[in-house]
């Protein structure tokens, strides 16, 4: 079995979802990997990695020209995997569809080349199901296998040429700039939600963040209501964390949000309210106002 992985570049770097896709992939065999745009010579470092096929002609990772090229190599492989990115998530259902096969989405362990465990019902059950397609099409939540090193490798790099697509076109990209760790990968995450009230109060979290070295994360209401922009959600419809350590203030604990963090291994609720379905699954509790809190927590860091 061969398996073939989805490799996304990020500020010269293989993203670090990626590299757990990478890990998930070892699990059937040789791994080839392709990268849409530049980066190839950076993929080909990654470990365990024989082929990196470069599609440069693809400047932006746009979903149809990406799925296309896909179908073209999926009959050389018994597996094709992404990281449950938004790009992974964009593309590779995509793919499947031209395949004419099931995608597997959000993998959290993998049984056997056929069958796989994913979470369903917003994370409160698991299931596992088998595959009989030829081709299996997955994502895998980073969060869940353990990225591979960045380097080691010395993979051949071989160039594919992007189709003609016309369905699609690339108009922009708004990056947010921001010197803070990656929330998906973080070690620390600190979380506000709906309690923060506004936009401003959201900004009581960036000293305490600063000294934690920590990703700042909100929750779907708090994006909603204009406090935080759609990069920062956690939750089931936003990012999947597993930090060592997650700070939830003034978040209820809405279970689109529980989805999205309660692999966390330690994971700290502040909340007036203490009845807060976020208290369930916290490891420790305060009860009391944030705006109270938080002043407090940021001068005994």
């Known amino acids: 079995m061969t398996a073939l992985v989805v490799i996304e570049i990020e500020n010269g770097e293989v993203r670090q979802a990626s590299r757990s896709a990478l890990t998930a992939a070892t699990k059937f065999g040789e791994v080839d990997a392709i990268v849409f745009g530049k980066g190839a010579d ?23 020209p990406s799925a ?23 593309v590779l259902p ?30 409160n059950a698991l299931a596992t ?3 009989s397609d030829t081709v299996k099409i997955l994502t895998v939540r980073a ?19 992007a189709p003609t697509n016309n369905k699609s076109t690339f108009v922009k990209v708004e990056l947010s700039n921001s010197g803070r760790p990656e929330l998906e990968s973080a070690r620390v995450v600190i979380s506000g939600g ?16 600063d000294k934690l070295k920590a990703a700042i994360g909100a929750s779907r209401a708090a994006v909603d ?23 939830a203030v003034g978040l209820s604990g809405a279970i689109q949000h529980l989805a999205g963090m309660k692999d966390s291994r330690v ?4 909340n007036k309210d203490p009845e807060a379905p976020i208290f369930r699954i916290a490891d420790y509790g305060i009860v009391g106002d944030l705006f109270d809190v938080l002043p407090e927590l940021e001068k005994a860091l």
Do not use: C, W
């Open 267 to 270: 994971i700290v609720a502040i």
């Open 194 to 209: 709906k309690g923060m009230k506004d936009e401003a109060n959201f900004k009581l979290l960036e000293p305490i963040a």
């Open 129 to 131: 199901v088998r595959s």
């Open 94 to 123: 995509r793919l499947a569809g031209l395949l004419d096969a099931q995608p597997i989405p959000d993998v959290i362990e993998i049984k056997d080349a056929d069958t796989f465990v994913r979470p369903i019902y917003a994370g």
């Open 42 to 64: 950076i993929a080909a470092q990654l470990p365990h990695v024989k082929n990196v096929f470069s599609v440069e002609g693809l400047t932006h990772e746009l979903a149809e």
């Open 225 to 247: 209501a204009g406090f935080a922009p759609n990069e920062m959600q956690v939750g089931q419809t936003g990012k999947i964390v597993a930090p060592e350590l997650y700070i």
């Open 143 to 161: 969060s869940n296998f353990d990225p591979a090193a960045p380097n080691g490798g010395n993979a051949a790099v071989k160039t594919v040429e």
């Open 68 to 90: 296309d090229i896909l179908a073209t190599l999926a009959k050389d492989y018994s597996h094709i995997i992404a990281s449950a990115t938004a790009n992974g998530k964009n």
